[in-house]
C-alpha cells in the first residue's frame, strides 16, 4: 500500500473540463496534497501520480515520473491502461483513499538504440518509411530470424492490448513475465509472434535500405530516430518498473470484453 | 496468338550486364523488330514487350505501354508475374518464336483519387504516416465496415502474391473474377480479407486525421499523394486488362513452391 | 421474377410454434397453393420453397428440392442465408407477394467421393477423427499442396459464412464465381486460403492413416463417409445453382454486422 | 548435473533397428548400468531416460518416470523435445559423460477432470467429436470468455511447437513460466491466443450438447474421456516439473528453423 501524501495529476493535452475541483476537495479532506504536472516538475517527491486521459496520458505519467505508481482515470478513447471510468471519478477517489485498490507492477523494456537509451511501457517498433526491408533479429547471441516486410515490433505484456494487437499477437496477462516480438506485415508464409523469457537479450540489425527508404524507430507511439542501415537495436529488461493501480482483481479481461468485445 | 512483328524491350534499372545480344541475334532471325524501351517511346505499334527485371518492372512495362502483352524473365528478386529465369532465356525465346505460350488475362482496378486517376495492375494502398486512422468503406453504396489501424488495401488476383501476401489475404489463382480488400494491422479483432465481386463499386472515405499525421496513397508501390481527412477514393474495374506470356500451364503455383515455400 | 402458384414450407425440427395461419392466410388470398414439406413429396412442381428455421434447414430445402428458389426466414441461431426474421414474417411476405425480392443466385460443388456424388452448397470437409493426417491437393492435374493438419475444407462463396469463417478463410460476396479452399489446424507455418477459378477441377488424395485414426467426409455439416488412406475426392463445379430469395440489395453485409458483430 | 549410476532406456514402439550395441558399450564403460524401459519397471531408481523417438517418445518418458531427467534422440518424425539427430547418437553420449549438456526445466500443467487428474507436458484439448460447441472459460473466479467452435487448448511453453502451433498461437521459449490458451476453429472474429500467468487457476465448462455430439479431452496426445454437458475441467500449474537435456544452448530456434523452416 502506498502511503498517500503528495500527489501529481496529469490531464490529456487539448482536453475537456475536468473535474478538478471534486479531486481537489476529496483529496484535500484526506490530508493529500495535489500538484498539477503541467506546471512543471513538482515541488515534492510524489507518492501517486492520477493521469486523465487515455492510454498515452499513462505512457506520458510513467515516462515523466519514473518509479512512481500511476491511477488513470478514462477521460480517452483507447483505455486498457485506466481503472475506471470519468463518470466512476468519486467512487473511485474514494476507494483510493480507502486504499481499496490493487497494485500491478509491470515488467518494461530497456531499449538501447543509435544515440540514446529509453524505457519502454508498451513497445518498440522498427518501420520502414515505405516497401520491403529487412531486419535480422538475435537472441542471446545466437541469430533466430530474418524478418523481411513493413517492419517488426517488440513489446511487453502491458503493450499487448497496444500496438501489438493490430499485428495479431497474443494477449497477454499483465503479470506474465515476458517479452513479446512479431513482425509487421511480413512478406512470407512463417510470421508468428513470439514469447521470449524475461532474460532475454535481444538484438536488432537493420539490413541495407533503398535510397528513397528510412527505417524508423517508435517508442510507445512516439518517433525517436531514423535507424541507419547495419545499424542495431538492443533491447532487455529495465531495472525499473511501472506501477498502476486498479480496483478490480478482473480489471484485465474486464478492459478486454468493454473495449474490444472479447467477450462477444 | 500474337502475330509477333514489333518487340519492346525493356530492363530492370541500375541493373546488371543483360544478354541483349542473344536476344537480338535469335530474334532477328525470326524476323522480329526490337526496340529498347529506355530509349523512349518505340517509332512503332509494339506486339509484345519483353521485361527482363522483377515484379516490379513488369507493373512497369505494363503502365508504359497498357494494352500491350508482357513476357517477363526474372531478373529481379521478386517474381510472380515473370515466366522463367534468366538462365532459361534461351528456351524461353525459342517457344515464344515457336507460339508455345499461354497468355494470362488479368483483371484490373480503375482508381479515381483526388486530382487523378489511375489503372492498377497489384493493389492501392492507403497508409497512414503514422498512428491510427481510419477509412469508411462502401460498396455499391452501402456502407460496409469502418477500418481503423495502420489502412488498408485494396488489390486484384494478381496483387495477391504482392503486398496482399503480407496482410495475410488469401492466394488467388490469376482467372478469378474478383477484387480484394483487407485492413493493415487493424486495431480491433474483427479484421477479416473480403472478396469482393468483379462488379463492386468500391468507395473509401478517410476519416480524421491527427496535426502531424497524413494519409498516403500508394499504387503498384509507387507514391502517388496524400489524402486529406474527408476525401475519398473510388474504385471500379478498369476497362482494360493486362495480358502476360507464360509457357507452363502450372505457373502460378510453381512459382509459389519456388519464391515462397508454399508446398513445403 | 417468379411466377407464383404452388409453394412448400419446410420448418425447422423439432422446433417452435411457427405462425402457420399468418401463412396460409396471406399466401391463400394471394391465390398461392401451400404444400408442407414435411408430409413428403408435394403433389405438384413447386415455384418456391419457404424455410423456417436456420441455415440448417435453409441447407435441407436446397437439398429436397432442387432448382427450385428458397426463401428462408430465420427461426434459428446461425442466419446468413435468410432474408429476414420470425419478427418480420407479415412484411416479408408482403414483399414477396408484390414480388418486391432480389433473387441471388449461387455457384455450387459438385463432389464425387468413394461410393457417391452430392452437391455441395457450403462445404466439404475431410477431418481426422484425430492427429495429423495428409492430404494431396492437385488442381488441373498439377500437384499444388500436401496439407498435414487436422484436416481441409473446400467451399463456396455461399460457404464462406459457414464452417470457412472458422477456419480464418476470408469472407466472400455471394456473386464471386470462385471456390475456396484451406486447411484445418496446419502443422506448420505456411497455411493460406485459396481462391479457386470456377473452371478448376479439384483432387484430394488422403495420405496414410495411423490403425485407429479414420478420415471422415462431411458434406454442408453432415457426415457422409469415410474415406481410407488413397482414396480420392474429386471436386469441381456443379451443373446446378442455388436460387435464395432476399429483400435488400446490401443483405451480405448487413448480415455480417448484425450476426457478427463484424462492422464493429 | 546429474550423478549418473543407472539408466532407462525407451525405444518408440513399432521402431526400428536401434544402435543398442553403441548405447551398452559407451555407456557401460563409464560404468552405467542400463535398463530397457520395455521389460517393464526398473529394478532401482534410475538418474536418467534416453528416449530413442519423437516427441511422442518423450512425453511417454516423462509420464513414466515423473521426476527423471529425459535425453531424447531423434528417430522420429517430430522432434522439438529432442537434443539430436540419431546420427549424432555417439557425440551426444560422448557429451553426456562428459556432462557437457545444460538442463532444461519445463513447467506442467495439472489437470483435473471428470474422475482422474493428470500432469500435463505439452496441452490439453477439448474438441467436439464434430460441429460447434461451447465452453465457458473462466480465470481465477472470474468469467473471461465463452469460446464457440470445434473446441479449445490449453499448453504450455512446451506445447507450443506442438498441437498449440496448428491454432496459430505463438511459439514461447521453453523457459517463459505462463501457459496458452486458445480457441479451435472459432465460429466468431474474436479468436486470439491468451497468454496466462503461471498462477492462474483456470477452469473450462462444456456448454450444452446436440444428442449426436461428444466432446473428449484429449492429454498429450492421448484420449482420456468424454466430458458430458455441464462438467468442467480445472487446470493450474503442476507441483512436479519435467528436465529435459540438451547439448546447445540455441536449441529452441535451431529446431524451429531445421524442423519448420521458421527462419526461412
New interface residues.
Partial sequence: MIHLKALGVLLREGGQPYPLDLLRTMLGQAGIRIHMLDDGRPPEPLDLVIAMGGDGTVLKALDMMPGCPVLAINFGTVGFLTAGGREELEQLLQRLIARQYIISERLLLRCDYPGGMAHVVNEIVL?SS??LMNVEVS??G?K???IR??GMIVGT?TG?TG?L?????????P????F?LDG?????????????????RIRLVVGPLLPDQTCNL?ID?N?ICSVPAGQEIRLQRSDRRAQLLFFD??YF??N?SSR?????
Fill in positions: 518501420r515505405w516497401r537472441v542471446n545466437g533466430i530470424r530474418n516486410g513493413d505484456p499487448s500496438y494487437l493490430s499485428t495479431g499477437a497474443p494477449l497477454v496477462m503479470d506474465v513475465e515476458c513479446i509487421l506485415n511480413e512478406y512470407n508464409f512463417t510470421s508468428r509472434a513470439l514469447i521470449l523469457s524475461p532474460q532475454s517508435y507511439g518517433p482483481e478482473h479481461f474486464r478486454l474490444l468485445g472479447w467477450e462477444a
